[in-house]
Structure formats: C-alpha cells, structure tokens
C-alpha cells in the first residue's frame, strides 16, 4: 500500500528515514571496518550508534588476536572487574607497566596495534653503577615526548661502551622494528627555556656504535652508525645534537604469539684506543614497523 502510516506525517507527507532508523547491528557492522577514532566520532550522532559502538563484538576486532594472554598486564582491580572490550581497548590504549615499571606496553589507538618501549633502568649497562662514568638523571623530558618513563642514564665518560638488555614476550603476529633513543649533551631548563650542556660530549664521530638484535627463532640484525655528526652546517649546527633521535637497530618478525619470541638487543663502542661521554641513553622502542614513521617527537635514523 506504498508508504506505512508510520512513515506518514501530519499532513499527509512522507516522512524520510534518518539515521536513527538504521539497526544498531547494521551498524555495528559498518563499525567492523573503522578505526577506534572514527568510531568514538560516530557513537555521538544518535542511540543506535552509540550502542553499536559500545559492542564487544566491534572492540574484539580491534584487539591483538592474543589479547588474552595480555590481560596479565593489567592492575588485578582491574581484571577483576570484568571489563567489557571497549574498556580493555581503552586501558591497553594507555602504558601499561610491567617488569618493575621497566617496561610498558600499549595499543596504537589507531590500528591496536602492539608497541613496548623498555627503560633503560631495564637495561645492562656496562659500568652503571660507577658515578665516575653514569649517572641517573630523572627528567619529565622524555615522559613529555613519548609518555614513558621519567629517567635517563646520562654516560659522563668511558671507554668500554656497551649496552644490553633482552625481552622475552607473547608478541603478535607482525613485522617490528627495534631502536634505541638517545641524546647527545645533557639537557635541563633554566629559566624557564630547555638547554643542552655538551661540554662532556666527545668521542662519537671517531667509530660508529655497532647496534645489533636477534631473535629465539634466529633472526638477526644490525647497523652502525656515527652518533655526531662531524659536518656542521654554518646556520644551524649539528642536526643531532639537542634532539632525541631514534636509532633503528632492525626488524624481526613474528609469525605467532605461541611460544614466546626472546628478542636480544644491544649497542657498543669497546674501541679503548680513545674515551667517549655526554650522552643520555632513554630507553628501548619495539614497535610495528609501518608505524614507526608516524611516531612524532625526534628524529628517526
């Protein structure tokens, strides 16, 4: 009989159908091919959306397929509190620390995807406990940058360089990238304004670091790299120093998350025909290698 009562308005008119008129589980599947952002946009626009958006079956999907095994990471108040998927999202969204707070872990909000960062108090440093060569030197500089961690190893002089650590960890299936973060001179504030010190800073354009990583399947990788620059530009100095700069060691690839992938990771300069100093060694990233670009604050080499 063409258009329902329903649809008829007062006067006789059709009335056309909105959005509000969409099922909340057409609309969930829609949900399925959106990212978390977009679908935290959309959740505004009427009921049925926002229900459609509150669906475990719509978060599931933008959870690593191991999530399960990642939960142990979380607070137990929190895992305990049977959380619906969307707040499991959104806690995993956030660092988690594990490892004393040497590591931490989280999702990229746009693609949730697995990311860690180490610190490099979870970090064998060669000579760290010597104050004639290392210092500890808390900061909110690298918390500010990358929402990590609050305290740098700061290298005052050695000539023995070298610097380990490992993760043995339930990754998922992907293709990451390993880097080391760090800065040449010591930074602070004064008055206000961000400084860099680089009296103690020598040593670096002599010999390259060697930086190196393998993995428990086999995989191995390495680079090198002159931490200074020995070519100054006339109007703007040496580029790498004052900067936090990311530098890649590798990629290694994970086919499964079961068993575990053990990832050996490390950065020397053991050369002792000459001494080396002013440098902050932040910590360690692992993260999806399609991401790594678009990760902000520093230079990437």
Known sequence: MGASLSNLGSNGSTIAPSLGDIPENCVARVFLHLTPPE??????????FRGAA??????????????QH???????????RNLSKKDIFAVFSK???FDDGNKQLWLDRVTGRVCMSISAKGLSITGIDDRRYWTWVPTEESSIIHFRFNIVAYLQQIWWFEVD??????????????????????????LGRRVCNYDQTHG??????????STSDGQEASSECCLDETVHDDTYGNHKRGYWVDYKVGEFIVTGSEPTTKVRFSMKQIDCTHSKG???VDSVFIIPSELRDRKGGGFLK
Request: charged share 25%.
């Open 165 to 190: 650590g490992e993760v043995d960890f339930p990754f998922p299936a992907d293709n990451y990238t390993l880097s080391f973060r760090l800065h040449l001179g010591r930074f602070s504030k004064r």
């Open 39 to 48: 679908i935290c946009n959309l959740a505004r626009l009427n009921r049925a």
């Open 54 to 67: 509150s669906a475990d079956s719509v978060w599931e999907s933008k959870l690593p397929s191991n999530y």
């Open 278 to 280: 002013g440098l902050c």
């Open 204 to 213: 670096w354009d002599i010999k390259p670091v060697i930086f190196r990583l």
């Open 95 to 97: 660092p988690l620390p």
């Open 70 to 80: 990642l939960l142990r990471l979380m607070p137990e108040e929190q895992r305990c």
